[in-house]
Nanobody, 126 residues
Framework: EVQLVESGGGLVQAGGSLRLSCAVSGVTFDDYAIGWFRQAPGKGLEGISCTLTSDVTDYIDSVKGRFTGSRDNAKNTAYLQMNNLKPEDTAVYYC????????????????????WGQGTQVTVSS
């Protein structure tokens, strides 16, 4: 059974930082790029980063320079370091396998592993 467990969310003031973790089990972790997705209240799911290796991560423009994706294959865990958080970053954050579609912009799409985690809430106050 595939399981993805997100953690590390919380309430921070604008300009603050959080580090999210995603523990993955039930699949061969090394076989997948792992990404982060978020859903703000009343909005759809948005892919924000996709980490192939800790040296190779794609980001959407709105988080580039503020968020850093990484992974530890020995621990089957992916991370998202979020700095300089803004109120518009408020959302429930999820991790999933991912792929990157590059056209005129970078789009990060999920690849289904059969299940999603419960997500972790990030709230940024102004």
């Amino acid at each position: 059974e595939v399981q993805l467990v997100e953690s590390g969310g919380g309430l921070v003031q604008a300009g603050g930082s959080l580090r999210l973790s995603c523990a993955v089990s039930g699949v061969t972790f090394d076989d997948y790029a792992i990404g982060w997705f978020r859903q703000a209240p009343g909005k759809g799911l948005e892919g924000i980063s996709c980490t192939l290796t800790s040296d190779v991560t794609d980001y959407i423009d709105s988080v580039k320079g503020r968020f850093t994706g990484s992974r530890d294959n020995a621990k089957n865990t992916a991370y998202l370091q979020m700095n300089n958080l803004k109120p518009e970053d408020t959302a429930v954050y999820y991790c999933a396998a991912c792929r990157v579609v590059v056209t005129t912009t970078t789009t990060i799409a999920p690849i289904s592993l059969g299940s999603w985690g419960q997500g972790t809430q990030v709230t940024v106050s102004s």
